[in-house]
């Protein structure tokens, strides 16, 4: 055997195998870049699923409030109106007389 | 040299170029593992960045139209006590209507129409005070068919008494026989159509000028003229 053409290939082998291992890392980092993308899109997905959780405990918590709102304005109404009914009541009469006196009086 | 030392010179060299290799890939691994974090990170705080923003709007939007809905319900809250109020009011002029019709009310008795005292006198002070506005020297009066007896009856006296006071010739005033202002509702005719609780309504001969000096019209002035005194009694107690 030739040992300078033995060596020789056991030279170009080893570059071969130093080009494959460089290359193997080469894909592995792409491969490990493309999977970033992935990844972030899982973590903002999972993000925004969370802000959507809360905007929607904080809807259903405000209606919430918005209805005890319109009832209780409701009810300060019906006061407010059932108040006037009993004053109209006890002013009626008067007024009534009043203006009869207007009619039926002639300044000349 | 010799073939073992030929030989292990390639060894030698073979082990450098594979370890060179493999600090290569070590370091592209390293750097793979960076620039994963870095990219990662950067486009996961974009990306929360939009979304927090898209929330602020939203929980805005949301806010906005509470606030909107709210004033919504405090508005039609505010109208439906404003209605009332005047529903109160409009349903006292309703009852001083009702009561009017009392003033010129004719008793009827064995077919002679009594009438008050009280409702000549008034008739005769509203043909007075409307000559006093017209100031023509010739009138039409109208009044209802049940009032005209009353009427003719206080005519002259009126009449001199306008003359008296604006020292003018007595006016000559004709009773319209023709056209008479609606009855008084009942049972006959209720009042779902027009109807006149009393007084007369007088015109130039011309028919230009009218002084309409029904119980009706004068109910209406009166209204009119003391609403604000009548609301200030009925909401003055009312709480803003």
Known sequence: MDTRQSGIQQLLAAEQEAQRIVNEARNAKMARLKQAKEEAEKEVAAYRAQMEAEFQRKLAQSSGDSGANVK???????????????????ISHDVVQMLLKHVTTVKN | MDDADVSKQIHQMVQFILQEAEEKANEISISAEEEFN????????????KIRQEYERKEKQVEIRKKIEYSMQLNAS??????????????????????????????????????????????EELI??????????????????????????VLESAQEEYAAKENVHPPNVVVDTEVYLPPAPSDEHPDHGRYCSGGVVLASIDGKIVCENTLDARLD????KNLPEIRKSLYGQVAA
């Open chain 2, 128 to 153: 007075v005070q409307s000559l006093l506005r017209l100031k023509e020297p010739a009138v039409l009066l109208r009044c209802r068919e049940e009032d005209v007896h009353v009427v003719e009856s």
């Open chain 1, 72 to 90: 209780r304005l409701e009810q300060e109404t019906e006061e407010k109106i059932e108040h006037l009914k009993s004053q109209a009541e006890n």
């Open chain 2, 38 to 49: 870095i990219e990662k990170l950067q486009l996961v705080e974009a990306e929360k960045r």
């Open chain 2, 221 to 224: 002035v009166a209204f009119r």
């Open chain 2, 78 to 123: 505010r109208i439906k006590v404003l209605q009332a109020q005047d529903d109160l009011v409009s349903s006292m002029k309703e009852s001083a209507a009702k009561e009017l019709l009392h003033v010129s009310h004719h008793h009827h008795i064995l077919n002679i129409t009594h009438h008050h005292r009280a409702y000549k006198h008034l008739l």
